[in-house]
């Protein structure tokens, strides 16, 4: 069965959009930790991330820097974050996420709470901003 990440690639399921290249989806995480916080995906399914080759590994992370530097132009932040987990999705995806001190990071907390507007409008100054 596909993954739910999949179907937001095959526009099943909806999603706020970041970027998008042959190989690679990006979109805004529905239950941030921090303002912007993104996931990148490989479009083909995968489970686990360090499953991926080698070459497609360095792409998607090199996908995922552009998406950073994005993120930099828009959000206020020291720095993106990254991180990987996979517990709750078994489609591989690395999270970006613009931080300005080590706990907004944290996974274990508070979500936040964003509006669907607020997601809509943060995804299109993403996508205006990714190069
Ligand atoms: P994990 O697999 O533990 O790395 O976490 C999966 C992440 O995917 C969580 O941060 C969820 O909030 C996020 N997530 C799950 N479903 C969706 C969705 N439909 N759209 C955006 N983000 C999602």
Do not use: W
């Not at 992370?61 to 987990?85: D, H, N, S, T, Y």
């Not at 995806?93 to 907390?109: A, C, R, T, V």
Request: charged share 25%; proline share 5%; net charge negative.
């Amino acid at each position: 069965m596909a993954s739910i990440f999949s179907k937001i690639v095959a526009g099943e399921i909806p999603c706020h959009k970041v970027a998008e290249d042959e190989e690679f989806f990006a979109f805004l995480d529905i239950n941030p930790v921090s303002a912007g916080h993104t996931l990148v995906i490989p479009k083909t399914e995968i489970d686990y991330i360090f499953d991926i080759d080698d070459s497609v590994l360095g792409r998607m992370m090199a996908f995922a820097k552009r998406v950073a530097q994005a993120q930099e132009k828009v959000i206020p932040c020291k720095r993106v974050g990254l991180a990987v987990m996979g517990l709750e999705v078994p489609h591989a995806h690395i999270h970006l996420i613009p931080i300005q001190k080590e706990s907004d990071m944290y996974f274990g907390g508070e979500k936040m709470q964003v509006s669907q507007e607020e997601l809509a409008d943060l995804a299109m100054r993403l996508r205006a901003a990714f190069k």
